[in-house]
C-alpha cells in the first residue's frame, strides 16, 4: 500500500510543469515603449497604449516559460496626434492593413528573451535583455533591445526619405504580471 501511495504521489507531482504558473498582465501597470532618432539631432520617445501579454513563469527556477504578446498599431503615442496618424499610415506601420504587431518568444536563457517579432506581416528574430524580478505573487519584466525598422519595412516615403527618422529603434518593455 506504501509503495502504491509512494507511486501515485510521484505520478502525480511530475503530471504538474516545475513550479510554472500562467500570469496576469496588469496592464494598467506595464508599458511598451520605443525611442527613435529625429533629424539625427533629437530623440522621440513613444509607447502604445493598448497590449496584452501570455506569461508563463517558473518561480522555482527564474524561468520565463512562455512570452507573448499583442499590440494594438492604433494605440501608438508620441505625445503628437500629427505625428502618431503619420505612424498609423501606409508607409510606416500601415494600421488598417496590419492592426496589430506581435511577439512570440521561443527560447530564455542567461536574462534574455529570444523570439520572433512580427510587423506588417514580416517576422524577424530579435533578442531582448531581460531582467526578471519576482515579488511575491507578483512579477516584474525589464527588457530592451533594438530593431531596424527598415527589416520590418517601415520606411517614410517622402523627400526627405529616411533621413529625418533614424533606422534604429529602440524598445523598452516594463511588464507588470500577477499570478493566477
Do not use: C
Amino acid at each position: 500500500m506504501k509503495k502504491f501511495l509512494f507511486t501515485s504521489s510521484l505520478l502525480a507531482a511530475l503530471s504538474f510543469p516545475a513550479f510554472a504558473a500562467p500570469y496576469t498582465l496588469d496592464s494598467a501597470n506595464s508599458k511598451i515603449d520605443f525611442q527613435v532618432s529625429h533629424l539625427k539631432l533629437t530623440q522621440v520617445d513613444g509607447k502604445f497604449n493598448k497590449f496584452n501579454a501570455t506569461i508563463d513563469y517558473d518561480k522555482a527556477s527564474n524561468t520565463l516559460k512562455t512570452l507573448e504578446g499583442v499590440v494594438d498599431i492604433t494605440s501608438v503615442d508620441t505625445a503628437n496626434a500629427k505625428r502618431d496618424a503619420h505612424l498609423q499610415a501606409e508607409d510606416m506601420f500601415d494600421a488598417k492593413k496590419y492592426p496589430k504587431m506581435t511577439f512570440k518568444m521561443t527560447k530564455f536563457e542567461a536574462g534574455k528573451i529570444y523570439g520572433d517579432l512580427t510587423i506588417r506581416s514580416t517576422t524577424k528574430p530579435i533578442v531582448l535583455d531581460a531582467t526578471l524580478q519576482p515579488n511575491g505573487k507578483n512579477l516584474d519584466i525589464n527588457a530592451t533591445t533594438t530593431i531596424l525598422r527598415s527589416d520590418f519595412d517601415i520606411t517614410w516615403h517622402n523627400i526627405f526619405k529616411d533621413n529625418a527618422v533614424g533606422d534604429e529603434v529602440k524598445i523598452l518593455l516594463n511588464l507588470k504580471a500577477n499570478a493566477q
